[in-house]
């Protein structure tokens, strides 16, 4: 088995926010523990169906139990297992005590003991929405604990960065924003790297949102945040691609004006006199408060290739991305040539180096790549 498999057998089962079940195996081990489709996930949290319990990650990566009545796990999974939906109450009862006879108000008092145990603000919910006498519905995104294991890659020797590639992926789940960059030279197959940990990423992380942006070599002024604006429009075209043009819409306008084929015509001149007077400056905190929004709770992946040609105002929003303290599901992969950053006094030169002082990034270096025949 090549590198790149071993690294797709260490991420099986492998889904947004649940680097809590994920282990490395230990030395008698051969393989990580995985959780299989009996296992529903909501992070921080994992509902096993099998053992009936409920597990908690911790700040440190351990796992802690939270103990529920029997009772109080039946209502939860009936929950879980029908996300996104209203649960009446007459359903809910028929489910969790069928042919006995109960009060409705009965659920309350178990939802509350559920919230109770989830940390869940019932006046601002991340898991139970009340929808008054109707019923109830979970409202946070649920993934059963086994994917579909990631293709082998046709490109030898890069197991070892693919490994380091997921092992951010799963901190950034967590809400620990990552930064990484992949400084090579000609021939290192960074961008090819950074294709294939995407395409992977994209393909087995159900929810993940992924979009990458080039920067262009050009020869006169270059177009502010044009990588980032490309990686923007694929995802406000992309599965759930409305809840980003909303986003920009409440946070960003002076970056959504710039996709005007996503705008309404009687929205236009109401967007264009909200950014009247804009500067690059009110971009860059735009872009970052939305950036937080959208990763707040979907995972999101972005790829910034080529920044040896990248405008200065791309270089401050990397660095500003990466000193934010909000936490975020956001990754942003950075790609560049190592001998043009050196040579052309770039501000990618002073920019990484300080992040890294501050541990507010990862660099991975590639070995020479080779593509299998």
Known sequence: MNAVRQCAKSVQGFQPGIGDRIKRPGPAAGRDVLTGANTKVFPPFRLDTINQCLWRRGEAGEEERVLLTPKAFSVLRYLVEHAGRLVTQDELLDAVWPDT?????????????????????????????????????????????????????????????????????????????????????????????????????????????????????GYGSKEAYYPVLEAL????????????????????????????????????????????GATRQRMLREIGDALNTIASGTPLLLVLEDLQWADPFTVDLISAVARSRTPAKL??????????????????????????????CREIALEPLEEVA
């Open 331 to 360: 990754m942003l992969v950075c790609t560049y040539r190592q001998a043009d950053i050196a040579v052309s006094g770039h501000l990618m030169k002073t920019l990484k180096p300080d992040l890294l002082i501050h541990r507010l």
């Open 101 to 217: 006879f109960v009060q409705p108000e009965v659920l309350k008092y178990q939802i509350a003991d559920i919230r109770g145990k989830l940390g869940d603000d019932p006046k601002n919910p991340l898991f139970i929405e009340t929808l008054p006498r109707r019923g109830y519905q979970f409202i946070a995104a649920v993934h059963d604990g086994a994917a579909a294991e990631p293709e082998a890659t046709s490109v030898t020797g890069s197991g070892g960065a693919l490994s380091e590639l997921w092992d951010c992926l799963r901190r950034s789940f967590d809400g620990e924003r990552q930064i990484v960059f992949i400084p090579t030279e000609p021939g290192n197959g960074k961008a090819t790297v950074a294709h294939e940990f995407q395409h992977q990423a994209a393909t087995n992380v159900p929810g993940l949102r992924a979009a990458r942006g080039q920067c262009v070599e």
């Open 233 to 276: 429009g694929q995802l406000c075209r992309g599965s759930g691609g409305n809840s980003v043009v909303r986003t920009l819409a409440e946070q960003a306008p002076t970056w959504l004006v710039q996709f005007p084929a996503l705008v309404k015509p009687e929205h236009r001149e109401t967007l264009q006199q909200e950014i009247l």
